[in-house]
Each structure stands twice: as C-alpha cells, then as structure tokens.
C-alpha cells in the first residue's frame, strides 16, 4: 500500500523547501502515491536537479524515462515529456520529475549532477532524437552512426525501413 502524504513528512518539507528556493517561478510540485513529483520548466531543469541532490538529499538517479506524445493530448501539447526517477539513499524517498520538450528542443543534461545520467541520456538521443546540452559524448548507444531516424518515436515505421531497422 503506498504511503501517503501524512506517512512521509520528510516529502513534505521537501516540498517545502523547494516552493521556497524557487518562489515565483513556473516550478508545480504536489505529493503523489508517497513521491515527490515536481514539473519544472526546461530552464530550470539543472538547478532543480542540483537542489534536489545538494539540499533535499536525493542522491541517485534511477532511470531516466521518455515519452513520446505525438497524438496524445498532454499539458502545454509538447512532443516529449521526459521523466527523471530519483531516490534518496538511506531512507528510500523517491521524487519523480517531468519536463516536457518540443522536437527539436534540447534539455540540459543530467550528467554534472548525477553521472549516472549519461548512458541514459544517450538512450534517450538514440531512440528518441531528445538532445541533451552539455552532455559530455551525445552519440549513439544502440544504433549505427549513420542510421536515420529514431525507432521509439511513434511516427517511425512499424515494419522499419528498406534495407534494416
């Protein structure tokens, strides 16, 4: 059974603490299924992460997932929401970030606050095409070099393309 928000004042406070560091910016957060979820805009992507390591403890990064909107309704209509998992070790907090990116726009990368980022982030270049600046080597992980296109977008082909994926 999850906890919820009176199981864990820890989420609370931390909440807390981030409406106040970023008073009077676009930052929403609320407490969710017993995690802290946070939807920053893109530019204040890094300095929330850092925030969320330095001052609210959450020292690892656990996944680093994308979702592709085309057709689908979402807030603000952008093409990718991309979700950042994060845990905070002793203790098992968990917060969970979501921003959203147009095609074409890149994110700030992940890497100088949680290093664990970078094989994740070029996951996300490879099969998305989601660019992430600063990254320090944004190349393919799966994929040739040369291939064309990004096979986890849902306007990519079911049956692939002539001559391979």
């Known amino acids: 059974m999850p906890a919820d928000a009176a199981d864990r004042p820890e989420l609370r406070q931390a909440l807390d603490a981030l409406a106040l560091r970023f008073a009077g910016s676009p930052l929403s957060g609320a407490i969710e299924d017993g995690e802290l979820v946070l939807r920053p805009p893109r530019g204040l992507l890094g300095s929330v992460l850092r925030f969320c390591r330095d001052d609210l403890g959450f020292n690892a990064l656990e996944d680093l997932i994308v979702f592709d909107n085309l057709g689908a309704p979402v807030a603000g209509g952008a093409r990718f929401t ?84």
């Open 82 to 165: 991309v979700v950042y998992r994060l845990c905070r070790v002793p203790g098992a907090a968990r917060a969970r970030l979501a921003v959203n990116a147009e095609e074409g726009e890149s994110l700030p990368s992940a890497v100088p606050v949680y290093p664990s980022a970078d094989w994740a982030e070029r996951e996300a270049f490879d099969m998305f095409g989601v660019r992430f600046d600063g990254h320090p080597d944004l190349r393919r992980i799966y994929l040739p070099d040369d291939f064309d296109g990004h096979p986890l977008r849902k306007d990519f082909p079911l049956a692939g393309r002539d001559g391979g994926v």
